[in-house]
């Protein structure tokens, strides 16, 4: 016997699909980006009817608003909280670059990253989804500021390091890592920038031996 009700079922199966969904889509619009997909074509990805989407989702920007908040759990869960189980400080701020880069190595996303794919499209284009990216940045860029003070409050970086040059620093390599190994040598574009970010964390920091050598 079981005290569960068909509805605990039905919303458990709608659960479900959402993500089938939404991984789909995330996936996707890694490669093609996130504005030129239709319900059509997330349908047929996802294994779905367009009915069934338009039943869990009103309409196309709801779903690019879902979307981009399966992205945003998906890069918490696999860059984030690996980092976070490194050493606090400059210890957790090269784990950070480091699981940025396997993340996009190891092709977690066809196209190597959900949010370098869709935010050129969307970064001059009003409305909630470009409102939505803009608050992720900032959280983004907030996170990293607050790694880095606590790097500063622990003694491990040079005093006059500018959190904000340093934010900026690493979340460039981690840009230029995608878009180089989309591009150019793609072995190349990974060492590349794991060797550009253990240079700049050396040089301002207080004690390189807490950073590897090479």
């Not at 030129?36 to 069934?52: F, P, R, T, W």
């Not at 622990?154 to 460039?172: K, N, W």
Request: charged share 25%; with cysteine; aromatic share 8%.
């Amino acid at each position: 016997m079981t005290n569960r009700h068909p509805a605990d079922g039905r919303r458990a199966r709608g659960e479900r699909s959402r993500t089938v969904v939404l991984d789909a889509v995330v996936s996707l619009a890694s490669v093609e980006g996130l504005g030129g997909l239709s319900m059509g074509q997330v349908a047929a990805e996802a294994g779905v009817s367009k009915s069934g989407l338009f039943s869990l989702w009103r309409d196309k920007e709801e779903l690019q608003l879902a979307a981009i908040e399966r992205a945003r759990l998906q890069w918490v869960e696999q860059v984030v909280t690996p980092a976070l189980r490194a050493p606090a400080g400059i210890g957790q701020l090269w784990a950070l670059h480091e699981s940025r880069l396997a993340f996009y190595a190891d092709l977690i996303l066809p196209g190597g990253c959900f949010f370098v794919a869709i935010q050129h499209e969307f970064d001059d284009r009003p409305g909630p989804v470009r409102d939505r990216l803009v608050a992720l940045a900032r959280e983004w860029d907030a996170f990293v500021h607050s790694v880095i003070r606590s790097a500063l409050d622990a003694g491990q970086l040079q005093p006059d390091t500018d959190p904000g040059v340093l934010a900026f620093e690493l979340d460039a390599l981690g840009y230029a890592a995608v878009t180089r190994a989309r591009l150019l040598d793609r072995d190349a574009a990974f060492a590349q920038s794991r060797a550009a970010m253990l240079g700049r964390l050396r040089a301002y920091s207080t004690d390189p031996s807490l950073l590897p050598e090479s």
